[in-house]
Protein backbone atom coordinates (compact mmCIF):
# COMPACT_ATOMS: atom_id res chain seq x y z
CA UNK A 1 0.00 0.00 0.00
CA UNK A 2 1.20 3.37 -0.51
CA UNK A 3 -0.38 6.72 -0.41
CA UNK A 4 0.89 9.75 -1.97
CA UNK A 5 -0.07 13.40 -1.72
CA UNK A 6 0.17 16.65 -3.80
CA UNK A 7 -1.09 20.28 -3.10
CA UNK A 8 -1.76 22.88 -5.50
CA UNK A 9 -3.24 26.01 -4.58
CA UNK A 10 -6.06 25.20 -1.76
CA UNK A 11 -6.74 21.20 -3.66
CA UNK A 12 -4.95 18.21 -2.03
CA UNK A 13 -4.56 15.35 -4.07
CA UNK A 14 -4.33 11.80 -2.26
CA UNK A 15 -3.39 8.76 -4.38
CA UNK A 16 -3.88 5.29 -2.48
CA UNK A 17 -2.41 2.59 -4.13
CA UNK A 18 -3.00 -1.18 -3.21
CA UNK A 19 -4.28 -2.39 0.24
CA UNK A 20 -6.41 0.90 2.14
CA UNK A 21 -6.16 -0.51 5.78
CA UNK A 22 -5.41 -0.24 9.54
CA UNK A 23 -1.87 -0.10 8.34
CA UNK A 24 -2.09 2.71 6.18
CA UNK A 25 -3.41 5.00 9.32
CA UNK A 26 -0.37 7.22 10.28
CA UNK A 27 0.36 7.76 6.73
CA UNK A 28 -3.35 8.69 5.05
CA UNK A 29 -3.62 11.36 8.29
CA UNK A 30 0.43 12.52 7.12
CA UNK A 31 -1.07 12.80 3.85
CA UNK A 32 -3.74 15.69 4.95
CA UNK A 33 -2.88 16.87 8.31
CA UNK A 34 -0.73 20.07 7.34
CA UNK A 35 -3.50 21.18 4.73
CA UNK A 36 -5.63 24.26 5.34
CA UNK A 37 -9.08 22.41 7.34
CA UNK A 38 -10.96 24.46 4.27
CA UNK A 39 -9.44 22.59 1.61
CA UNK A 40 -10.82 21.07 -0.90
CA UNK A 41 -9.67 17.07 -1.33
CA UNK A 42 -9.34 14.48 -4.18
CA UNK A 43 -8.93 11.39 -3.27
CA UNK A 44 -7.35 9.03 -6.01
CA UNK A 45 -8.55 5.46 -5.65
CA UNK A 46 -7.95 4.39 -9.31
CA UNK A 47 -5.40 1.93 -8.01
CA UNK A 48 -6.90 1.09 -4.79
CA UNK A 49 -7.51 -3.27 -4.81
CA UNK A 50 -8.95 -3.33 -1.60
CA UNK A 51 -10.41 -1.47 1.40
CA UNK A 52 -11.52 -2.34 4.75
CA UNK A 53 -13.89 -1.00 7.69
CA UNK A 54 -10.99 1.10 9.17
CA UNK A 55 -9.94 2.75 5.87
CA UNK A 56 -13.95 3.92 5.92
CA UNK A 57 -13.13 5.16 9.19
CA UNK A 58 -10.24 7.08 8.25
CA UNK A 59 -12.20 8.53 5.24
CA UNK A 60 -14.53 9.60 8.12
CA UNK A 61 -11.66 11.56 10.24
CA UNK A 62 -10.71 13.30 7.05
CA UNK A 63 -13.86 14.58 6.43
CA UNK A 64 -14.18 15.98 10.14
CA UNK A 65 -10.43 17.88 9.33
CA UNK A 66 -12.30 19.21 6.59
CA UNK A 67 -14.92 20.65 8.20
CA UNK A 68 -17.77 18.04 8.47
CA UNK A 69 -20.85 19.08 6.61
CA UNK A 70 -19.03 22.12 4.97
CA UNK A 71 -15.97 19.33 3.60
CA UNK A 72 -15.20 19.46 -0.18
CA UNK A 73 -13.99 15.87 -0.34
CA UNK A 74 -14.83 13.79 -4.08
CA UNK A 75 -13.16 10.19 -4.21
CA UNK A 76 -12.15 9.43 -7.98
CA UNK A 77 -11.81 6.36 -10.03
CA UNK A 78 -13.20 3.37 -7.43
CA UNK A 79 -12.69 0.05 -8.90
CA UNK A 80 -16.63 -1.72 -8.92
CA UNK A 81 -15.74 -3.78 -5.54
CA UNK A 82 -14.45 -0.55 -3.62
CA UNK A 83 -17.66 1.46 -5.38
CA UNK A 84 -19.58 -1.39 -3.42
CA UNK A 85 -18.45 -1.07 0.02
CA UNK A 86 -18.61 2.97 0.04
CA UNK A 87 -22.58 2.34 -1.62
CA UNK A 88 -23.05 -0.11 1.36
CA UNK A 89 -21.93 2.21 3.98
CA UNK A 90 -23.98 5.18 2.82
CA UNK A 91 -20.33 7.34 2.10
CA UNK A 92 -21.93 8.76 -1.11
CA UNK A 93 -23.94 10.91 1.12
CA UNK A 94 -21.21 12.26 2.75
CA UNK A 95 -18.51 12.31 -0.48
CA UNK A 96 -19.02 13.16 -3.52
CA UNK A 97 -17.94 9.33 -5.22
CA UNK A 98 -17.23 9.92 -9.42
Request: proline fraction near 2%; aromatic fraction near 8%.
Amino acid sequence: MAISSTSSGNRVTIKISGRFDFNDHVAFRDAYHDAAPEASYVLDMSATDYMDSSALGMLLLLREHAGGDKANITISGCKPEIKKILTIANFQKLFAIQ
